[in-house]
């Protein structure tokens, strides 16, 4: 079993089978609304904050909706996703266990939005308890590229980088864990296929489903 001194997960495409969501939500969105949701709208909107989202998507399809309630209606539609239908990969939680069980201090590290999701997909799936700290991406200046969140979580558990491991899915986010000194564990997830020969050779370990480190 893979036991590192310390660990700071990721949770979307990590911890969580979860990258799927936003896409879904758009499709449901627009079709609740006699509206197609195309290849050329989700592209756009996924580099876009929610109020710039919003306001694009009323543009596009002519919704007589405000901003605000198309924001409030994903906001809710992503709270019943993440409470009901967003699963953990498969032996995440068993690996999670198996760490708590060996005393190992435990943190979040995440940029999910919004952020009430957070709680609600940790405590739906039994294991909000088993964190000493969440960190998110709204506490620190600089993007997961770069090591600030991890570093923030790490010093909340009271450990150093060097003897904590960092678990994420995606090439940035364990580009920017390495950058601060500590274990990086690739977690291969589906929407990084292309990156997964990169995420290999940068990581520490690389593994395709979490039952490789038990």
């Known amino acids: 079993m893979f036991t590192p001194k310390a660990a700071i997960f990721d949770l979307d495409g990590t911890l969580f089978d979860s990258m799927w969501v936003w896409k879904k939500i758009d499709e449901e969105f627009l079709l609740r609304r006699g509206c197609v949701c195309t290849p050329e709208y989700t592209n756009a909107i996924k580099a876009m904050g929610w109020l710039e989202g919003a306001i694009y998507t009323i ?34 939680k068993e690996y999670l266990l198996a760490l708590h069980e060996k005393g190992i201090p435990l943190a979040v590290a995440t940029s999910m939005e919004p952020q009430a999701n957070i709680s609600k997909s940790l405590s739906s799936h039994g294991i909000e308890s088993l964190f000493q700290n969440i960190t998110l991406s709204t506490e620190v200046t600089r993007g997961k590229g770069f090591p600030d969140i991890y570093l923030l979580a ?26 601060g000194g500590f274990q990086t564990v690739g977690i291969f997830d589906s929407l990084s296929e292309n ?19 038990l």
């Open 59 to 92: 543009e596009k399809y002519h919704l007589s909706e405000t901003p605000e309630q198309v924001m409030q209606a994903w906001f809710d539609m992503s709270e019943e996703f993440y409470t009901h239908r967003v699963e953990m990969k498969p032996f995440a």
């Open 154 to 179: 790490a010093e909340r558990l009271g450990v150093a980088p060097s003897e904590c491991a960092v678990f994420e899915d995606i090439l940035t986010g364990i580009r920017g864990a390495g950058k």
């Open 195 to 213: 990156d997964w020969p990169r995420i290999c050779e940068e990581s520490t370990l690389a593994v395709r489903s979490w039952k490789e480190l």
